[in-house]
């Protein structure tokens, strides 16, 4: 493919040193196009040198712990048409930007949702936490753009107009989770349309524990929780007494598909439950971190931050 627009890819790291190193290979194999950049925004505590690591550029966005903050901030190095937002926990193919332009995005296009594909299990042995998230396609993109008021793409893989980007003020900076959809929504509010791009697909390596997974989905309920704050009617939360009902019903099923040999059907029937559990009472956790935000983030970057190309005030919300 010829022609398509250039790319600034924007990926927020916190974790170890060999982990940065595996992240850096994993996007060295990007096939780049002039004006293309890849950036990690390392998020640990106190990071703030620049440097480059396998021909990847790292910046310095510790000082505020949240991995909205990072993106802003890697957003901000570069001056491309469009931002590649990527997580650390996937896998792309060498191809993947140009995939993502083929077919070019119309004027009034915000927000390309890229394919988020869930690994398969192999005979590694992998964990029952993994299984459950590719027998659930739970980081699917089919997930958040099933409901047609209130879709959003995740920026486990999306990509987004920086125009659109700068003209809404980016990412709430100062939450957890939550904010790919927030800034959706935003965008949406602003005039901008979502497309999808269920070609330009990442693999995605779920939490390999259950202990883990489930914090993650109390992590996304906290998210929830802000969010159908700040939008009334997005994301509403399951009456209690109905999801206790839906959820031992699960439990029997999964006990009966474990006492006839069924393993898929026993891992899906006895985690749907504590899942969505977590999930909903995550609703009740703050979802700011705890430590480590100054009071100047409470409000995302300035339009200038994130767009260097221009200086004119931000709109955001």
């Not at 600034?8 to 293309?36: C, I, K, N, T, Y």
């Not at 106190?46 to 890697?74: E, F, P």
Request: contains cysteine.
């Amino acid at each position: 493919m010829t022609g398509r627009p250039a790319v600034d890819v924007v990926l927020p790291f916190r974790g170890s040193d060999e982990h940065l190193v595996q992240v850096a290979e994993r996007l060295a194999g990007l096939m780049l196009r002039p004006g293309d950049t890849v950036t990690i925004a390392d998020n640990r505590p106190g990071a703030s040198v620049s440097r480059t690591l396998r021909g990847v550029q790292i910046v310095g966005a510790g000082d505020v712990q949240t991995s909205y903050h990072a993106r802003n901030r890697g957003a901000a190095g570069g001056s491309a048409a469009w931002l590649l937002f990527l997580d650390a926990d996937v896998s792309v193919t060498s191809d993947l930007l140009d995939r993502y332009f083929d077919p070019g995005p119309g004027d009034a296009v915000g927000v390309l949702a890229g394919g988020v594909i869930d690994e398969p299990p192999s005979g590694d042995g992998r964990s029952v936490a993994e299984q459950y998230a590719w027998l659930k396609s739970a980081m699917s993109q089919e997930v958040t753009l099933a409901d047609d008021d209130w879709p959003f793409a995740q920026t486990a893989n999306a990509a987004v107009r920086r125009a659109a980007f700068a003209e809404v003020g980016g990412f709430e900076p100062a939450v957890r989770s939550g904010g790919d959809a927030d800034l959706c929504f935003r965008l949406r509010a602003a005039g901008w349309t979502l497309e999808r791009r269920d070609a330009a697909a990442v693999t995605h390596r779920a939490r390999p524990t259950v202990a883990g997974m489930l914090a993650q989905r109390a992590r996304h309920g906290a998210g929830a929780g802000w969010l159908a704050h700040r939008w009334p009617g997005a994301l509403p939360r399951r009456r209690w007494p109905g999801l206790a009902w839906w959820s031992a019903r699960r439990v029997a099923r999964g006990l009966m598909a474990a006492a006839s040999g069924d393993r898929r059907g026993a891992v899906v029937g006895l985690l749907d439950g504590p899942a969505v559990w977590a999930f909903e009472l995550g609703r009740l956790l703050p979802n700011r971190p705890l430590a480590g935000l100054r009071a100047s983030t409470g409000r995302r970057e300035s339009h200038a931050a994130l767009s260097p190309t221009t200086g004119s005030a931000s709109r955001a919300t």
